[in-house]
């Protein structure tokens, strides 16, 4: 098996075909405990679970930075970076450890470089060296993470497709977070309104109110509809409407599902007030949109059956 150096910034990641292989991944509680410096030839995340610790990182210079974790935040180290962990007198910490490298790929999930290739953030992530990196976690890497360990437990080291594509929605994620962290210390208000819009996609189907949503965002509510329709040219209930009419067309689709139960599929208590709601959107009432998509699936059908 040709392996490369364990680091993450390899121009070969992106121009050649190279998919993970692990190290080691392992859970850890640590009380009261200070490792040595030590390093490694993989790079490393360690994910605390529960508790709190402190990772002195050493730079090629020899300077030294301290990082304190909590619960729900992660570190990762690159390939060969001098470090060590600390856990304080009277202090825990439980962790989630993955350390690995990379070797010629294999199997049908993508590429390093071709994924890459195809999302924009991660080949920016992977052009930005970095020796270490800190990221809080809205506990999405976490699933994610617990996935992949339970998934190497069963099958080993060299896993299996579902191996790889853990490992790569692993890395977009750890992308992701780390463009919103960037994002946050430039322009805190277009995090805020992004974290608004993924509220309102997970909440649609019930009420919601503005004050919820600037609640779950940690914002006052009249900041974050200025800052809202400043981003969108939309106020917070016109984008929730528009999104809620969106979502009943592709259930008035579904021809198992009545039309007078989408309302409360989409969050909308009076039934009335959705049928108003629908036709302003969509120019036509539900039951008008269902009869069309019935008569236009029909025609195709027909047109297909003519031309046998």
């Known amino acids: 098996m040709n392996e490369l150096s364990g680091s993450l910034f390899q121009h070969s990641l992106l121009e050649k ?5 692990f190290f080691a991944y392992y859970y ?27 990772v002195d990182v050493r730079n ?10 909590k619960r729900s935040e992660l570190i990762m180290l690159d390939a060969n970076v001098p470090h060590r962990l600390i856990v304080e007198p009277g202090s825990t910490c439980r962790m989630l450890n993955v350390e690995f ?7 049908v999930a993508p590429s390093l470089g071709r994924l890459a290739r195809e999302e924009g953030e991660l080949a920016d992530f992977l052009q930005k060296p970095f020796i270490s990196l800190v990221l809080s976690d809205p506990e999405e890497v976490f699933h994610v993470l617990k996935a992949l360990v339970l998934e190497l437990d069963q099958y080993g080291k060299e896993g299996g497709s579902l191996v790889q594509l853990l490992f790569a929605e692993l890395l977009l994620r750890l992308s992701r977070l780390h463009r919103e962290r960037l994002i946050a210390s430039q322009q805190p208000s277009q995090l805020y309104v992004r974290r608004a819009i993924e509220f309102l996609h997970q ?6 109110q503005v004050k919820e949503v600037a609640a ?45 139960e989408i309302a409360d599929y989409v969050g909308i208590s009076s039934r009335q007030y959705f049928h108003l709601l629908f036709k302003k959107y969509a120019g036509v009432t539900p039951v008008e949109y269902r009869n069309s998509i019935e008569r236009y699936s029909w025609s195709e059908i027909s047109s297909f059956t003519d031309e046998k």
Not at 17 to 21: D, L
Not at 101 to 107: I, L, T, Y
Not at 203 to 208: G, V
């Open 17 to 21: 075909e190279y998919s993970p292989h």
């Open 28 to 54: 850890k509680q640590w009380d009261q405990y200070t490792m040595p410096f030590h390093q490694h030839n993989s790079t490393e995340i360690m994910y605390v679970i529960s508790g709190s610790c402190a």
């Open 60 to 69: 090629a210079a020899g300077h030294e930075e301290r990082f304190r974790l």
């Open 101 to 107: 490298g990379f070797a010629e790929h294999k199997g």
């Open 203 to 208: 909440n649609y189907d019930r009420s919601i």
């Open 216 to 260: 779950a965002v940690n914002v006052h509510p009249g900041y974050l509809h200025r800052i809202f329709k400043a981003q969108t040219g939309k106020t917070l209930t016109d984008y929730l409407n528009l999104l809620r009419m969106e979502k009943a067309k592709m259930l008035l689709g579904q021809n198992e599902i009545p039309v007078a």
